[in-house]
């Protein structure tokens, strides 16, 4: 189902091209697309209003996300078991390798300042500004989801100067913990504790708030 942001409330019933168990969806330049975990995947070009097939290689894709790299902009899909892919145009699609195997079965991705940064461990954050290096992270605590987030800061530290400038930022998130980090550059993270432990399901970015769901 798909929502117009100007009549909030109402959701439209709409037909993706084929049965699939669908495990994700995301937005970049400008298009939906749903991942099922396997080969068969759906476009929509114009706000989820109808969709057409997409076929990917061979894999388990579980989430997905879009970017900028030197003027061209790739879409980048992970898998299970340190599987990533990319492609410019949703046709042709080239494979990643990572520096480390892995065998975790929830990978995530996200965008940030020209930079394609992976979750492809629960404690490994991978990044790369080329898709092609990869640098890896250790993590000092094991994550299981990751989100993008900007919010407004206004440093009043300055007397003469409060404009407001908008900060991006990456939040990892530990299920059934109060544990948490957060990068903004996906090289470097602090870690920080939140005020309640709950079974958390994923965490989500609303502008310049953070959503976080749990399932108690």
Same mark, same amino acid.
């Not at 929509?44 to 902009?73: H, M, Q, R, V």
């Given at each position: 189902?798909?929502?117009?942001?100007?009549?909030?409330?109402?959701?439209? @019933? !709409?037909?993706?091209?084929?049965?699939? =168990?669908?495990?994700?969806?995301?937005?970049?330049?400008?298009?939906?697309?749903?991942?099922?975990?396997?080969?068969?995947?759906?476009?929509?070009?114009?706000?989820?209003?109808?969709?057409?097939?997409?076929?990917?290689?061979?894999?388990?894709?579980?989430?997905?996300?879009?970017?900028?790299?030197?003027?061209?902009?790739?879409?980048?899909?992970?898998?299970?078991?340190?599987?990533?892919?990319?492609? /410019?145009?949703?046709?042709?699609?080239?494979?990643?390798?990572?520096?480390?195997?892995?065998?975790?079965? /929830?990978?995530?991705?996200?965008?940030?300042?020209?930079?394609?940064?992976?979750?492809?461990?629960?404690?490994?954050?991978?990044?790369?500004?080329?898709?092609?290096? %990869? =640098?890896?992270? /250790?993590?000092?605590?094991? %994550?299981?989801?990751?989100?993008?987030?900007?919010?407004?800061?206004?440093? $009043?530290?300055?007397?003469?100067?409060?404009?407001?400038? !908008?900060?991006?930022?990456?939040?990892?998130?530990?299920?059934?913990?109060?544990?948490?980090?957060?990068?903004?550059?996906?090289?470097?993270?602090?870690? @920080?504790?939140?005020?309640?432990?709950?079974?958390? =399901?994923?965490?989500?970015?609303?502008?310049?708030?953070?959503?976080?769901?749990? $399932?108690?």
């Amino acid at each position: 189902a798909y929502m117009n942001i100007n009549d909030i409330g109402t959701f439209n @019933s !709409v037909s993706l091209p084929s049965l699939q =168990t669908w495990c994700s969806v995301f937005f970049a330049n400008q298009k939906f697309i749903a991942l099922s975990g396997g080969i068969n995947a759906a476009l929509s070009e114009d706000g989820g209003e109808t969709w057409s097939a997409l076929t990917l290689p061979t894999g388990a894709w579980k989430n997905g996300c879009g970017g900028f790299i030197n003027e061209t902009y790739y879409y980048v899909l992970v898998g299970t078991n340190g599987t990533a892919i990319y492609s /410019s145009d949703l046709i042709n699609w080239e494979t990643i390798t990572f520096t480390s195997a892995s065998t975790y079965e /929830s990978p995530k991705i996200v965008y940030i300042k020209n930079r394609f940064i992976f979750l492809y461990e629960q404690n490994i954050i991978a990044y790369t500004d080329d898709l092609i290096t %990869f =640098t890896d992270v /250790s993590l000092t605590y094991s %994550f299981d989801f990751m989100c993008f987030n900007n919010y407004i800061f206004s440093d $009043s530290s300055y007397e003469y100067s409060t404009i407001p400038t !908008v900060q991006e930022q990456i939040i990892l998130l530990k299920t059934s913990s109060t544990q948490y980090a957060k990068s903004f550059n996906g090289s470097s993270f602090s870690y @920080s504790n939140l005020s309640v432990s709950k079974t958390w =399901t994923n965490i989500i970015s609303a502008g310049s708030s953070l959503l976080l769901l749990s $399932s108690n």
